[in-house]
């Protein structure tokens, strides 16, 4: 991977990439409608980027770490950076997107193909992010801040949230409270531990996520109830959602997700318990997003290649508004030469 010592300057690297990528942006205006896009997905432990075609295709990928919170924005972006000049040393990059955790500016909130006219989207990560889908555009709210359904306050006085608050919904199901659950019972010693804290040769900080839905693939009796415990959350959560929201279809989304039915399955039958009405009303489809954790990425992605196309568009009208202008000019300017010769020649 590229890195800030090939320059001299920090401030440099991110004007190479502007320089960079901005040219072939600008070439890509008006001859490159399908081109490739790098998409940025900005998570709570990992920043991911991508270099996706106008199918979806993920061409390539490359992943770091998120830099430590104590640190400044600066950083973050200097991250980016790196990841995109990685990337566009072997990929001809014309545009730019980022998906990052928070809230986002409703202007890009336009959805251009949803099957599901009723949706929402719930993605389980170190956190739990969300969107609601209806009629084809994203519902952002009042303040454009809409979908933080991980902040849900499902256990009165329970764990302790970033935010401030305690029990969120994200506090009991999310990449975070599986690992904080299986590093607990390695901490204490627990038998049923004993198999995963060998697979980290009793380092309980290297416990993760992905090593827990490994083990429990390969039948890890602890693995398998963490995640079930983690998918019964999801699905107590999913039943209070659809008591407020009534959508047609929840797609489950981010890097959790990986788990597959050890998660999907447990979350379906909580959703069915406690469903308001169950007996009663149309249930809510359950489906697994189909990019899985990179769809934030391919998202971003998207997001820069239509913003690109709009941008090639408006400057193709420039240009024609230009040349219209120009040959009216042309023409005023004949006239007022023939004018004269005219009277010159009186």
């Not at 990992?46 to 600066?74: C, F, H, Q, Y």
């Not at 804290?197 to 996520?209: A, M, Y």
């Not at 399955?265 to 169950?278: E, V, W, Y």
Request: hydrophobic share 40%; proline share 4%.
């Amino acid at each position: 991977m590229s890195t800030y010592r090939d320059f001299a300057h920090r401030g440099s690297a991110r004007a190479t990439v502007l320089k960079t990528v901005g040219t072939k942006e600008r070439r890509s205006h008006l001859s490159a409608p399908r081109v490739p896009t790098v998409g940025i997905d900005i998570g709570g432990t990992k920043v991911m980027a991508g270099v996706v075609d106008a199918d979806g295709n993920i061409l390539e990928k490359v992943r770091t770490e998120t830099p430590d919170k104590s640190k400044s924005p600066k950083v973050v972006e200097d991250t980016i950076v790196e990841l995109v000049l990685d990337l566009s040393d072997r990929h001809d990059v014309h545009a730019v997107g980022i998906g990052a955790a928070g809230w986002v500016d409703a202007d890009r909130s336009k959805v251009l193909f949803a099957p599901h006219h009723h949706l929402v989207m719930i993605t389980l990560g170190t956190g739990i992010g969300g969107a609601i889908l209806e009629d084809g555009q994203v519902k952002r709210g009042k303040y454009g801040v809409a979908g933080e359904f991980g902040h849900m306050q499902v256990v009165p006085s329970g764990h302790r949230c970033p935010c401030g608050n305690r029990g969120c919904w994200e506090q009991y199901s999310s990449g975070n409270a599986l690992v904080r659950e299986a590093r607990e019972l390695a901490a204490a010693d627990s038998p049923v531990a004993h198999y995963l804290l060998d697979r980290v040769k009793g380092n309980v900080s290297d416990i993760t996520g992905p090593l827990i839905t490994e083990l429990a693939r390969e039948g890890d009796a602890m693995c398998i109830e963490l995640l079930q415990d983690i998918g019964q959350w999801l699905g107590i959560g999913i039943a209070n959602l659809a008591a407020a929201l009534d959508p047609s279809c929840f797609v489950i989304g981010g890097g959790v997700s990986a788990a597959d039915d050890l998660l999907i399955n447990p979350a379906r039958d909580a959703f069915k318990r406690h469903l308001t009405g169950r007996g009663y009303r149309p249930e809510a489809r359950i489906a697994k997003a189909q990019l899985g954790p990179e769809a934030g990425m391919v998202g971003a992605a998207d997001l820069a290649r239509l913003v690109a196309r709009r941008f090639r568009r408006a400057n193709r009208r420039r240009v024609e508004r230009y040349e219209r202008y120009a040959q009216i000019y042309d023409q005023a300017a004949s006239t007022i030469r023939n004018t004269r010769s005219t009277r010159t020649a009186d």
